[in-house]
């Protein structure tokens, strides 16, 4: 890709959440689709969770890209844990995992799960999947290869990495394993294998808050849901960061980056912390709840 002029803009959305049979969190959508569509920017990447639950379901894995055909490209995407199944070891039980059908899947949509792009002179790319370390599946050894093909090949670009799940949580020696971020095995392996390359930056969603964290040059932004945020008070989900719904606006001049993070006016901040409250977990409220009321018949938009 071209840097235009003398900038590169990189609209980062996350976490959106789309649905046909739990359309929760179309609002935002439907504002987020007019406000991209009136924006000037050189390039979209969608850091996972595009669906519900597009794991469990194919049709809505479907649904979800037909929605981000609406808004102009090119848009490039990583898979979520709602897209193709989490983490494995399942360290919570009873969870969707990664499998490689639902990588498959995610492909025939989306795209490729990993890939890598250069921007200008400066700045290369990289899209990886969050889920496919510790899968085991023939994914993971082709992402390794292709993360240390691209730091060998870098020749002084900075690398820009984008992928639904943070790095850690508070900590970089934390060692729990929680599905919130990489377990700490695959955090120590990405980071020795990214060392070489210099200071990287690594752009993530999942948590739905906005925050950034600097660990040993590698500095890291999560961006923040456009659909919903969890527990917005940190009453039953401690606070990571700020806790609302946006999205985030990078700039690449030369070999600078900056980035804005942005809340159109008419968002709403849905918040889904009361499913924390559910006797059965979160979890098992966060991908069964289902929308009461009226829902859009197939294909009207308003
Ligand atoms: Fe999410
Ligand atoms: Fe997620």
Redesign the pocket.
């Known amino acids: 890709m071209q840097m235009t002029a003398d900038q590169f803009r990189i609209i980062q959305i996350s ?1 959106p959440h789309l649905g046909r049979r739990r359309p929760f969190f179309q609002h935002n959508w439907e504002v987020l689709v007019e406000l991209l569509n009136a924006e000037t920017y050189d390039l979209i990447v969608c850091t ?2 595009m669906s519900i639950e597009g794991a469990e379901f194919e049709d809505e894995l479907v649904f979800a890209a037909q929605q981000f055909e609406r808004i102009r490209g090119p848009v490039l995407f990583t898979p ?3 897209d193709i199944g989490n983490s494995l070891p399942d360290v919570r039980g009873g969870e969707t995992a990664i499998t490689a059908a639902r990588c498959d899947a995610f492909v025939r949509y989306f795209g490729p799960d990993f890939w890598s792009r250069d921007i200008g002179s400066h700045w290369r790319l990289v899209g990886l999947n969050s889920m496919l370390p510790g899968s085991g599946l023939d994914g993971e050894a082709q992402q390794q290869a292709m993360i240390e093909e691209v730091v060998a090949s870098a020749a002084g670009r900075r690398l820009m990495v984008f992928k ?2 943070p790095l850690y949580v508070r900590q970089p020696d934390e060692t729990a394993m929680t599905q919130s971020a990489l377990y700490p095995e695959h955090r120590a392996r990405l980071k020795d294998t990214l060392s070489s390359a210099g200071n990287a930056l690594i752009c993530s ?2 948590i739905h808050d906005y925050k950034t964290a600097s660990w040993e040059g590698l500095d890291q932004i999560w961006a923040p849901s456009t659909a919903f945020v969890i527990d917005r008070d940190g009453l039953l989900h401690p606070l990571h960061g700020i806790r609302r719904t946006g999205y985030l606006v990078h700039t690449l001049a030369g070999d600078k980056h900056s980035h804005e993070f942005v809340e159109p006016d008419r968002f709403l901040n849905i918040d889904v912390g009361n499913w924390m409250r559910a006797p059965e977990t979160f979890h098992a409220r966060y991908h069964a709840e289902p929308l009461r009321g009226l829902t859009l018949a197939d294909g009207q938009q308003s």
């Open positions: 976490d996972g969770d979520g844990n709602h639904h799940k969603g999942h």
